[in-house]
């Protein structure tokens, strides 16, 4: 595993080795279900910092932070 200057994340030797015995569609429903999951993890927190939004508030905000602002 190498990790280069300005590398965030590495993905271990292992979990590549999983991942490219996966087919295409089968990595794309992962990814898909990791997107899911970050925008479910925004909005819980969306909704317990403005408990008196309602949800086209919440939508709203959620979209402008995961496409960082430029909704």
């Known amino acids: ?5 300005g590398q965030i994340e590495v993905v271990d030797d292992a ?3 999983v ?3 996966k087919s295409g569609a ?3 429903e992962i990814a ?7 925008r479910e993890l925004i909005e819980s927190s969306i ?3 403005h408990p008196d939004w309602d ?4 939508r709203a905000e ?7 602002g430029n909704v």
């Not at 595993?1 to 200057?5: C, E, G």
């Not at 949800?55 to 919440?58: F, K, M, P, V």
């Not at 959620?62 to 960082?68: E, L």
């Open 19 to 21: 991942l490219r015995g």
């Open 62 to 68: 959620t979209a402008k932070r995961i496409s960082h």
């Open 1 to 5: 595993m190498r990790l280069d200057p």
């Open 32 to 38: 898909g279900a990791m997107f899911s999951f970050a």
């Open 15 to 17: 979990m590549a080795s």
């Open 55 to 58: 949800e086209g508030q919440i």
């Open 47 to 49: 909704r317990e910092a």
């Open 26 to 28: 089968e990595r794309l």
